[in-house]
């Protein structure tokens, strides 16, 4: 049973016997050649960085240093130029099937949400548009990886359901576009949102409490997969015009040529999927570093490579504004 949590942890703080989730183990040496383990341990309420250091490498159980193991430590909590992190003292694996407790997870109920993207299909006018999709979801292969896989490694929805979570908020982002472009077919924009993504499928693989790229993840990518995953399913229930609309949509979603994009949208229903993708991640992004900081007195976040800026917190930190994360 866990004492503390990443959100409860507090400068000064000694560890006895805590749990944590293993998501990276990197082997470093220091400045005059002493051997360290930098790691990256996590539980469902977030992350944190810790370190072994040379002369607590004996009191650790090496088999235990492998992502996706769940950790037992004695450790301290330091501050490191304003951040907090572990100087791991003691380290050994245990066995632990509540995975819940150090996997983060979506605010939503996963049944809920799968009802919700039914109900999205099942609004679409054009019949093969419909059935189409229909058999993905129903898939025996896809259709439960569908409901649980994360859409992605690290940086945005990466936890269990969080694919689905991504889609339908995309879904949801989309529908009130309705009222302002009614030239865009948004059956093809309910099909887009569902194909987009959906290579992550066999891109990504949960492995004990984390989530790694597989071979083919690697070596071919989630978006020429989807774009895979149309070719195959796709003939047997659209015309040659849907198809042709939602290839350009899967294979244009990352919006240029330099986000791995070979063509950029031309078509208002791609151009649609591409924003709507981007608003989804990117705000889920500012979502996660505001809730990381939670407990934090800054005004700004330590910066983040990923947006290339230090998330200005403001005064949701003073606790008059705590319903808002």
């Known amino acids: 049973m866990k004492t503390y949590y990443v ?14 989730a293993v998501k990276i ?32 490498i004996p009191n650790v159980e090496k088999s235990a240093l492998i992502a996706g193991n769940v950790v037992l430590i004695n450790a301290m909590v330091e501050d490191y130029r304003g951040v907090l992190q572990l100087n791991i003292l003691k380290a050994s694996k245990i066995d632990e099937t509540l995975l819940s407790e150090y996997m983060e997870a979506s605010d939503f109920e996963l049944d809920d949400l ?10 679409i006018k054009d019949n093969n548009v419909q059935k189409f999709l229909e058999s993905i979801i129903d ?15 690290y940086v945005h929805h990466a936890f269990q359901g969080g694919l689905l979570e991504h889609t ?11 009222k302002y472009y009614k030239e865009a077919n948004f059956d093809y924009i309910i099909a887009g ?37 149309l070719l195959e399913r796709g003939p047997k229930f659209l015309n040659q015009e849907q198809l042709l609309n939602l290839k350009h949509i899967v294979l244009s979603h990352h919006g240029y040529l330099e986000f791995g994009s070979p063509v950029i949208p031309a078509t208002i229903e791609a151009v649609i999927v ?16 505001i809730r990381k900081n939670s407990e934090s ?3 700004f976040a330590e910066f983040d490579r990923t947006i290339g800026a230090k998330v200005y917190l403001g005064e949701r930190n003073s606790g008059d504004n705590l319903d808002l994360i």
């Open 7 to 20: 959100k409860d942890l507090e400068k000064g703080l000694v560890l006895n016997n805590e749990s944590f």
């Open 25 to 56: 183990v990197e082997s470093a040496q220091t400045k005059d050649g002493k051997p360290f383990f930098k790691l990256i341990l996590a539980d469902k309420t977030g992350e944190i960085k810790a370190q072994i250091w040379a002369d607590n």
């Open 114 to 123: 799968w009802q919700q993207l039914k109900k999205h299909i099942t609004s």
């Open 139 to 153: 898939d025996e292969r896809m259709g439960p990886k569908l409901k649980t896989y994360p859409a992605a490694e």
């Open 168 to 178: 339908v908020e995309m879904l949801d982002l989309a529908m009130p576009l309705k």
């Open 193 to 229: 949102i569902v194909l987009h993504d959906l290579g992550k499928l066999f891109e990504l693989e949960p492995v004990g409490v984390t989530i790694q790229r597989t071979r083919e993840g690697y070596l071919v990518g989630h978006l020429v997969k989807s774009f895979e995953i």
């Open 274 to 289: 591409s924003y709507v993708d981007q608003l989804s991640s990117k705000a889920r992004i500012f979502q996660k570093i």
């Open 297 to 299: 007195d800054s005004e």
